[in-house]
């Protein structure tokens, strides 16, 4: 079966949806059995990933069933515990690796094993090791080569921990947005393991916004990389299933709106040395946007609306997290200007109530397309359809078409975005009560407090002091900011 060509997603899915009789069955097949190996809970799943805040409530999704965690007897490494490969992203600060090493050290209490030369860390059964940059995209082949030998024996020995044997000897890879570091990979690993593939999934990496294209952070994909996956895949036999939050109806993009209460228990999911620094960039930036407007209405740029900040922002709880906001560039005419837009005002207020951002400025909670699958996915089959897609990515078109070996994973025609969204509040609901049964309630800092205190105070007299020389309609929205400063979820818990 060949659909027509579409060149946006609403269209993709109409065809989809209204497969002729003869085909629908042929195409649930298709489509159930590709599900069930991404979902698969009976192999390895191995999944590169960064340390940005939604990432590491995915894989805090997958921890909490993998361990038991709220339920088992013991902390710690326990014998039935399930297998689970993390390949840390590497970025030039190196913190994705020593983040989410933490993050599995809270979630399991398991000790750690260090091999390797500290680049593989492992917990009990959950093994943390360090990938590869992926802004390196040329050059640096024997650090490429050394990446691949350490991925290679960590998983080798994950497959013999877990008695992953005969059919069961099988992997599903799952990959984050950048996709060359997994062609050199399945290029040149050993053929013993390439063997084991069972399944690919690539998140990120795809816009269906408004057309098909490379998503922001899939730019750095060309269009041969992408052939060749398709080719690698076909001689291998397996699906690639793209996971994008936009082919989802994951449209909103803030973690508030899909997890309850999110500014207070975030610091139960998260130790507070991996949620401050996120607190410290949401404050950074709510003091850049205040004073901003500030500049603004008053016409000081540069260093004359850093001295601002400085004069009414206490140094002696914002010295650590102070960046943007006392850098004259960010006090430059044009963003002070752009400062009074909705859309930056509606930005200032979500952070006003929940102020934990995301590291990366690209907008959503990309990670949260992972949920659907990985092998606390059971009910991925019941909500969506993994629809075969031929791709013709230099025309930026794609239709439905069976067989395939491209994937894209599409809602079911019964669902709607008040359902996927309600969905995935259950299951971060369902996480975070396995979470708290282990952690507790939050314990919020003194220093947190205090940092808060400051900067409301300094956002409330930056606010004040424009509010005669704004439009009525801005003034409206920006009181909205004031007001969540004060009484937001996070103004309220502290």
């Known amino acids: 079966f060949k659909g027509p060509w579409s060149s946006d997603l609403d269209s993709f899915k109409k065809l989809v949806h209204s497969i002729p009789e003869q085909y629908k069955s042929s195409f649930a097949t298709s489509s159930k059995a590709t599900i069930d190996k991404i979902c698969d809970p009976g192999v390895l799943h191995v999944w590169e990933s ?69 680049t593989v860390a492992a917990y009990g059964k959950i093994v943390v090791v360090r990938g590869w940059d992926n802004s390196v995209l040329s050059g640096q082949r024997e650090a490429l080569e050394k990446t691949v030998r350490r991925i290679n024996i960590a998983i080798e020995r994950v497959l013999k921990m877990g008695k992953f044997e005969g059919k069961k000897r099988k992997i599903v890879w799952h990959h984050n947005a950048v996709i060359p570091f997994l062609l050199h990979w399945i290029n040149t690993t050993t053929p013993a393991l390439r063997s084991t593939i069972s399944a690919i999934t690539i998140t990120g990496s795809l816009d269906f916004s408004t057309r098909i294209g490379p998503s922001t952070a899939g730019r750095a994909n060309k269009v041969p990389d992408l052939e060749r996956l398709e080719q690698y895949a076909k001689k291998l036999g397996v699906p690639v299933v793209f996971l994008d939050s936009s082919s989802q109806l994951i449209n909103f993009d803030y973690l508030g709106t899909y997890m309850y209460y999110y500014a207070y228990y975030i610091n139960t999911f998260l130790p507070s040395s991996l949620s401050r620094p996120h607190l410290e960039k949401a404050q950074d930036e709510l003091v850049t946007f205040s004073f901003r407007l500030r500049a603004a209405s008053e016409a000081k740029y ?10 009414y922002l206490d140094p002696r709880t914002a010295k650590q997290w102070a960046h943007n906001c006392i850098n004259k560039d960010s006090y430059e005419k044009s963003k002070c200007r752009a400062a009074g837009k909705d859309e930056s005002i509606h930005h200032a207020v979500q952070l006003a109530d929940c102020p934990f951002a995301r590291f990366s400025a690209t907008p959503g909670v990309p ?97 004040d002091g424009c509010e005669d020389k704004m439009p009525k309609d801005m003034l409206r929205k920006v009181r909205f900011v004031k007001q969540k400063l004060k009484s937001g979820t996070w103004g309220y818990a502290v």
């Open 50 to 118: 960064n340390s940005d805040v939604d990432s590491l409530l995915q894989l805090a999704s997958i921890i909490a069933k993998l361990c038991n965690l709220g339920v088992r007897k013991n902390a710690g490494a326990n014998p039935k515990d399930g297998c689970m490969v993390i390949i840390a992203e590497e970025n030039s600060s190196g913190s994705n690796f020593s983040r989410i090493c933490e993050y599995v050290g809270y979630l399991t209490g398991a000790k750690l094993r260090g091999h390797l030369e500290d």
């Open 302 to 311: 540069g260093m004359e609306a850093v001295k601002m900040v400085q004069k």
């Open 367 to 463: 990670a949260f397309a992972r949920l659907a699958a990985g092998p606390a996915s059971t009910s991925t089959p019941d909500h969506y359809t993994a629809a075969p897609v031929s791709i013709a990515f230099r025309k930026s078109q794609f239709r439905p078409a069976s067989p395939s070996t491209f994937y894209i994973l599409i809602p079911q025609a019964t669902q709607d975005l008040e359902k996927v969204t309600s969905r995935i509040q259950g299951l971060m609901m369902a996480v975070l009560e396995r979470i708290r049964r282990e952690k507790g309630n939050p314990l919020l800092a003194d220093d947190e407090k205090c940092m808060w205190r400051d900067v409301v105070k300094a956002c409330t007299w930056a606010l």
